[in-house]
């Protein structure tokens, strides 16, 4: 994974996800799994979200 490219296409989109990402690598695989299903959950909800337009509400 080109980390470099991410950091510079995402800047200011959530300067948070790399440095988390980062911390999940360094956890036993078992952990790891679980915290990337749950980033892969928030990032699917935050998504989702976008979706609806501005007059659906």
Request: glycine share 8%; aromatic share 2%.
């Amino acid at each position: 994974m080109d980390t470099d490219a991410i950091e510079t296409e995402g800047a200011g989109a959530d300067d948070a996800l790399l440095p988390r990402l980062r911390v999940i690598e360094q956890q036993p695989l078992d952990q790891r799994a679980t915290a990337y299903a749950q980033v892969h959950d928030e990032l699917k909800a935050r998504l989702e979200g976008g979706d609806t337009s501005p007059s659906d509400g």
